[in-house]
């Protein structure tokens, strides 16, 4: 039955059927960038796409960004609200409403995640 129902962890579409929710804030921000594939554009080590901004290190650039916003509060405003800052040279395409479907810890493990990216 589970093996059934992680058949579509192929498809990368709903994490929480390829593994139990991490209880620790950074492992279950890793999830959920996952399961939003926030990797079609942007890329980690790595790993995902090159058409947005590389997150690798976006814990140390965040915090850079807007003079007097700390790398937390910019990491979340960039989700909730991404037009709010542009990154120069990119367009101003990143889709909105990504927090929507989050519960709000899930937002926090997001935001905590990718501040930890150094
Ligand atoms: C359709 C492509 C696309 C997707 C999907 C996308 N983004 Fe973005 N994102 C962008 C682009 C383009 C920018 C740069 C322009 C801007 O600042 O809005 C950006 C900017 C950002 C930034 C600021 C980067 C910096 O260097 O300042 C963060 C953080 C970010 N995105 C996080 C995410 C997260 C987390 C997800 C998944 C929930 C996501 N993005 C999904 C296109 C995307």
């Known amino acids: 039955m589970r093996l059934l129902l992680c058949a579509c962890t192929a498809l990368s579409i709903a994490v929480a059927c ?4 991490a209880t620790d804030p ?14 079609r554009c942007h890329q980690i080590a790595g ?7 590389e997150l690798t290190h976006i814990g ?10 700390a790398a937390e509060a910019y990491i979340r405003e960039s989700i909730v609200s991404p037009s709010a800052y542009v990154v ?16 709000p810890a899930d937002l926090d493990a997001l935001v905590t995640y990718l501040t930890s990216l150094r």
């Open 60 to 69: 140390t650039v965040a915090a850079t960004r807007v003079p007097g916003v």
């Open 18 to 21: 390829a593994e139990p929710p």
């Open 88 to 103: 120069p040279g990119y367009p101003d395409v990143m889709p909105h409403g990504f927090q929507l479907g989050l519960s």
């Open 26 to 39: 950074v492992a279950r921000g890793r999830q959920v960038y996952r399961s939003l594939d926030c990797g």
């Open 47 to 53: 790993e995902g796409a090159r058409f947005a901004p």
